[in-house]
């Protein structure tokens, strides 16, 4: 059973930080793009960060480059992966769920979400 799985969203001010975890269980995801997106009321989902399978790449949504940073470590021995976001310096506007999604493409500015998503974490930035 494929399992992702989201935790440490919650309640900040504005200027503060929160780091997003998400556990990836249930197969390998060692060779997938991971990353996140969010959904503000009201809003569509849009992409904010990604991690290349190896690290070596990442990307950012305009909106959070200089103030997200995304990381992964591949667990050994067993089939767990785990990506973070570190968001720094928040804003109203980054209130939202967060949803850890594994598998998405990334190709210059179009982002296409893979098959697998968490159930979703709420970050909510109060001014």
């Known amino acids: 059973q494929v399992q992702l799985v989201e935790s440490g969203g919650g309640l900040v001010q504005a200027g503060g930080s929160l780091t997003l975890s998400c556990a990836a269980s249930?197969?390998?995801?060692?060779?997938?793009?991971m990353g996140w997106f969010r959904q503000a009321p009201g809003k569509e989902r849009e992409f904010v960060a990604a991690?290349?399978?190896?690290?070596?790449?990442?990307?950012?949504?305009?909106s959070v480059k200089g103030r997200f940073t995304i990381s992964r470590g591949n667990a050994r021995g067993n089939a767990k992966n785990t990506v973070d976001l570190q968001m720094n310096s928040l804003k109203p506007e980054d209130t939202a769920v967060y949803y850890c999604?594994?598998?998405?493409?990334?190709?210059?500015?179009?982002?296409?979400?893979?098959?697998?998503w968490g159930q979703g974490t709420q970050v909510t930035v109060s001014s």
């Open positions: 999604n594994a598998g998405l493409t990334v190709a210059g500015d179009i982002t296409n979400p893979g098959n697998y």
């Open positions: 249930g197969r390998t995801f060692s060779t997938y793009t």
């Open positions: 991690i290349a399978w190896n690290g070596a790449n990442t990307f950012y949504a305009d």
